[in-house]
């Protein structure tokens, strides 16, 4: 499995999209691209994404557009509790979970990190 730089919280594009779509890395899976199957389909991630290696580890994100605002107040509250001792990535995936928004799961190497 190929290793990855990322993190969730982590605000990342999509490196086929030319426009700033911007979205943020809400689970990082154990399972590799051509071992995670798309919920409600029996595909793959590697069957939708040929072009990237099978091997990739999946990564779970959810676009800025589909969650506008509440991405913040979602990054914000775990910021908080991660300073008391909370762990921020499961923090904040959870918060994102609990928004019910659309993710959608993505070969790490289509990726790229927008952090600062």
Do not use: C
């Not at 904040?92 to 959608?104: A, D, P």
Request: glycine share 6%; net charge negative; charged share 30%.
């Amino acid at each position: 499995m190929n290793e990855i730089d990322l993190w969730i919280g982590e605000p990342v594009q999509d490196t086929e999209q030319d426009d700033d779509h911007r979205a943020y890395v809400i689970d990082i899976h154990d399972q590799t691209a051509d071992e995670y199957r798309v919920e409600g389909t029996g595909s793959t991630v590697h069957d939708y994404n040929e072009s990237y290696p099978a091997d990739d580890q999946v990564v779970e994100i959810a676009f800025s557009e589909d969650v506008g605002n509440k991405i913040g107040i979602a990054e914000k509250q775990a910021q908080l509790k991660s300073g008391r001792g909370d762990d921020f990535g499961e923090v904040f995936r959870r918060n994102v979970q609990n928004l019910e928004v659309r993710t959608y799961a993505y070969p790490s190497s289509r990726l790229e990190s927008q952090s600062d």
